[in-house]
């Protein structure tokens, strides 16, 4: 495609419930990464994925994440027993190496 | 956590004028970027500076870089209605494992009347 996708575009799940969510990177971008942004904390580095390399999760906030990029291409973040604090934007952005991020119009997350 | 401050929080001008908005940060880099995002969604690149350079021009924007002051400026010149959204700056740490693992500032929203 012609950017980064991403879906559902908004999403309402009841607390305790697990998510996913799916990310589809521009064709080729060997590189690709989730971000997370809420009133409270701003933008914030989630997980990172380069080619066959293994992920960056340091910025996961809790056992509860987890992602995984199937094929070098679509990516899928899990939030599991979602909590009430969960509730943001979940963007994802890929790029080609040494190369500025093409971020996709995100997830709006909400935990009632 | 966030590292980066940006001031101002918010900021209103005219068409016509110039918009400055400034961003500190904590620790060294490799690089500092620039964002836009409009309506809370998605957000667009608009120009990187590395640290070794002072400063960097894209049309009507003007990125300068103090390492020694750990901070960045981001100069639009004769602002249009189509500005307004929220700016940040994004620093790639030094040493990091990537360059797109960055750290944003809280962000500048910029609102521009016509």
């Known amino acids: 495609g012609a950017g980064v996708s991403q879906s559902p575009s908004n999403k309402v799940t009841e607390k305790g419930k697990d998510v996913e969510l799916r990310c589809d990177p521009i064709?080729?971008?060997?590189?690709l990464y989730w971000y997370r942004q809420s009133l409270g904390q701003g933008l914030e580095f989630l997980i990172y994925f380069q080619g066959n390399s293994a992920p960056d999760k340091s910025g996961l906030p809790s056992d509860r994440f987890s992602a995984e990029r199937t094929g070098g291409s679509v990516s899928t973040l899990t939030i599991q027993r979602t909590q009430q604090e969960d509730s943001a934007v979940y963007l994802c952005a890929s790029s080609l190496a040494g190369r500025s991020l093409i971020f996709g119009p995100g997830t709006r997350l909400t935990v009632t | 956590s966030q590292q980066g401050e940006e001031d101002p929080q918010a900021l209103s001008i005219q068409e016509g004028e110039n918009a400055t908005m400034n961003c500190s940060y904590k620790t060294s880099i490799n690089n500092l970027q620039w964002y836009r995002q409009n309506s809370g969604r998605g957000l667009v690149h608009l120009i990187l500076i590395r640290s070794n350079e002072r400063e960097k021009h894209s049309g009507r924007l003007r990125v300068t870089l103090d390492t020694s002051k750990k901070s960045s400026s981001l100069l639009i010149t004769a602002s249009r209605a189509a500005d307004t959204a929220s700016y940040f700056c994004a620093t790639s740490r030094l040493g990091g494992t990537s360059y797109g693992k960055l750290t944003f500032g809280q962000g500048t929203i910029l609102t521009v009347h016509p």
């Open positions: 064709s080729g971008h060997t590189a």
